[in-house]
């Protein structure tokens, strides 16, 4: 399918692993209800992933890793998942069958899997995966690991692929929308001995059972791990499926159980990835993240201007933008960064459009202004349109004047009327809101909770055997209503009590500012309660038994959380320079990293500087002189949030140091306009006369390797010198007339 194999190769030295093919299970119904009102009317799978639809990049990896058979399970819309497979390329590749296994009455990945055992389908060891994932990680270590440790321990079942991804510790959720996540694991075997994605954060305390810690010499108790939800599996998964009806969530029923269940004495373990990717879509805030990564080339070889699994390649631009070739586009219209324009698209005039995607068939009006936004195929959007951070589904039509405020999500079809604006975190569909939720819409791999409080019953039902809403349901000829502005046509979806807080957590828009704030002082005060009572876990989130513990070991962490640390603040900076995120947003970002590594303000100060001057030295330039400009641009530009963190002098001091380590070691080129930017650093009131001075004190019984870079500014710190005794002097003239 283009994309390169680049994964599991069989092993050799088996005769039985020759003969039987590696399969895949791919699960192509989540049996969630987070992306309604989107799919009332399409699957998941098929939604369109920067123009592609998700399934699509899970076949593409398989076939790249080296799987042979996918059994494809569909459910919810199954006529349209079985439709699509039929009409793409995927069940004509030599070397690689797709078939699908349909049913209409299953409700769980239980049922899925209970449905599949029975058909005796599954010859050996396989991948089972979800239709939403992403990934271009090599299948050939994992599959090795899994098989030596089955030939050892029968009882070794299931292997999952984790990632290592620091949770907020103010949202308390990873960067893909998710809840924070624990894990303890034996260190030396991977074995996975605790799992818990629902932890009562209100009792600050993680409870392990009294056995777990005296029939293990040591366990790592992780909450900056991900789960990445692809599992190698033994076909002896499948029977305990069968065997026992509770297991319907793979997750909270089957692995919790394995992990508690004495009797069996069933054991799953752990393969962490390093430099791969792989997630898993299972909200809008994971839509948005993956989508990100996507464009960022993360995920290659599964990326805009590679074609797979049928796509149509784009070419790749500067800074991240993707073009296809039929794109009309008027010459004042301006395109940002990381953003993909699909093919037949038309924009108009003074139209800006950055940190977006847009499908194939848009029209686009004059000064239209879209960002960090998601607009699929055949969308009209009409002039003097405004969209920030939202999803607009196919064919939906915007009137001249329409705006959408952040996580507004518009199903298809809709349309918004003329100067209506659609308030932040509105759902609209053609369809009415269900009253009640469908039993048959129980959640997969999440809670019950899809935000949209109670939901479905639309006075109809979806028939999950076409995935075509029935004809009794009501509106479906939707007519036009007041709810949505002249000519406007859709219902709004209400969010019930409650509900709130789980819109702007998974939304696709960042998180508002005042409830970050809100969060850190909650964490702040529960922090300071926690240490009173000294039981809180360690900074790097990992706990370390005694018998392990050592000073070369807290040692190395501490380095280790550094680099993380400040590698942490440079990825959210960037991500603010290119997607034009507030700098008070930044700010608080930046404040719940310095509360998770437990660093000081000066950490915070001397990481951003860092990160601004590497933006400046990465910025085209053909001299010093150019140089030390692009280093004025952005010290102008990001002065605020700089000296958000330069409250007293000691942090003023660090920034100085760290820029002198910067000169020396890692961005020799500011070498020579070191004393330049010391200066414009002082005349944007960013660093103080007495932090340079002091500084220069601080110097002067050092060698003079130590310095080179007081030498260079030697004019400069003699002129503030002697700027200061003058105004020492005149004060003392002022007070000794006063006096008088």
């Not at 699960?27 to 009317?41: Q, V, W």
């Not at 994932?133 to 079942?157: F, I």
């Not at 793979?250 to 269940?261: A, E, I």
């Not at 959007?381 to 001249?400: F, P, Q, R, T, Y």
Request: proline letters at 3%; glycine letters at 6%; hydrophobic letters at 35%.
């Amino acid at each position: 399918m283009g994309a390169q194999r680049k994964g599991a190769t069989r092993a050799e030295d088996s005769d039985e692993l020759a003969r039987v093919p590696l399969q895949a299970i791919l699960l192509a119904d989540s049996f969630a209800t987070k992306f309604r009102p989107i799919t009332l009317e399409r699957p998941k799978v098929l939604l369109p992933l920067v123009n592609v639809p998700m399934i699509s990049y899970t076949l593409a990896w398989l076939e790249s890793a080296g799987v042979e058979e996918v059994i494809v399970f569909c459910c919810a819309h199954s006529k349209q998942v079985i439709g699509y497979l039929e009409s793409s390329e995927w069940l004509s590749q030599p070397n690689f069958s797709v078939t699908t296994i349909e049913s209409h009455n299953s409700v769980s990945a239980g049922d899925a899997l209970r449905l599949i055992y029975e058909r005796n389908v599954i010859h050996g060891d396989f991948i089972l995966i979800s239709g939403d994932t992403v990934s271009n990680m090599s299948l050939t270590q994992v599959l090795q690991e899994h098989r030596e440790r089955k030939k050892k321990d029968p009882n070794a079942v299931m292997t999952m692929v984790i990632k290592r991804s620091k949770s907020s510790p103010i949202t308390r959720q990873s960067r893909l929308g998710t809840d924070e996540l624990f894990m303890a694991i034996d260190p030396n075997t991977k074995q996975l001995l605790y799992y818990e994605d629902k932890a009562d954060y209100s009792k600050a305390v993680i409870c392990l059972d009294k056995l777990l810690l005296t029939d293990n010499s040591s366990i790592s108790l992780h909450n900056d791990t991900q789960d990445c939800y692809i599992d190698i599996c033994s076909p002896e998964v499948l029977s305990l499926f069968t065997d026992n009806f509770d297991y319907q969530h793979l997750r909270r029923h089957f692995v919790k159980g394995l992990l508690v269940d004495d009797i069996m004495g069933y054991k799953i373990f752990t393969h962490e990835i390093h430099s791969s990717y792989a997630a898993r879509i299972d909200n809008f805030r994971s839509y948005d993240t993956i989508s990100k990564d996507i464009i960022q080339r993360w995920t290659y070889p599964f990326v805009p201007d590679v074609k797979f699994g049928g796509n149509s390649a784009t070419k790749l631009e500067r800074q991240g933008m993707y073009r296809a070739s039929e794109v009309v586009q008027s010459r004042s219209a301006e395109i940002g960064p990381f953003t993909v324009i699909g093919n037949g698209t038309k924009i108009g005039s003074n139209t800006k459009i950055s940190n977006s995607v847009v499908g194939e068939g848009c029209t686009i009006g004059s000064n239209v202004s879209i960002e960090g936004s998601y607009i699929w195929n055949n969308v009209t959007i009409e002039d003097n349109c405004k969209l920030m951070h939202a999803i607009v589904c196919d064919g939906v039509v915007m009137k001249s004047g329409a705006v959408l405020e952040p996580g507004v999500v518009l199903s298809f079809k809709v349309v918004i009327g003329q100067q209506f604006v659609v308030p932040s975190y509105s759902k609209v569909s053609l369809h009415e809101q269900p009253i009640k939720q469908d039993s048959d819409e129980e959640l997969e791999y999440a809670d019950n909770s899809s935000g949209i409080g109670e939901l479905s019953s639309i006075a109809g039902t979806v028939d999950k055997s076409n995935g075509v809403m029935s004809s009794q349901l009501s509106g479906e000829q939707c007519q036009p209503t007041d709810e949505l502005g002249t000519g406007g046509i859709g219902y709004v979806w209400s969010i019930c009590e409650g509900s709130h807080e789980e819109e702007w957590r998974h939304s696709i828009a960042p998180i508002p500012a005042d409830k970050l704030a809100e969060a850190i002082q909650t964490t702040e005060d529960d922090l300071e309660l926690i240490t009173q009572d000294g039981s809180v876990l360690p900074a790097s989130g990992e706990l370390k038994l005694d018998s392990i513990d050592s000073d070369d070991v807290d040692n190395e962490d501490s380095r280790d959380d550094s680099i993380d640390f400040e590698k942490e603040v440079e990825a959210t900076f960037l991500r603010a320079v290119h997607e034009n995120i507030k700098e008070d947003h930044v700010i608080l970002e930046v404040n719940s990293l310095r509360l998770s590594y437990n660093k000081l303000f000066a950490d915070c100060a001397g990481a951003i500087f860092y990160s601004m001057m590497k933006l400046a030295l990465e910025t085209p330039h053909t001299s010093a002189s150019e140089l030390c400009n692009n280093a004025v641009s952005v010290i102008t530009k990001w002065k605020k949030l700089l000296k958000s963190y330069l409250n007293d002098i000691d942090e003023q001091i660090e920034v100085i140091l760290t820029f002198e380590e910067m000169c020396l070691e890692s961005a020799k080129e500011f070498f020579p306009v070191f004393a330049k930017i010391l200066w414009h650093l002082y005349d944007k009131d960013i660093i103080q006369e007495e932090a340079v001075l002091k500084w220069d004190d601080e110097k002067k019984d050092a060698d003079d390797s130590d310095k080179v870079f007081v030498k260079q500014s030697e004019k400069f710190i003699q002129w503030l010198r002697e700027a200061s005794e003058e105004e020492e002097g005149g004060g003392g003239e002022e007070e000794e007339g006063n006096q008088e």
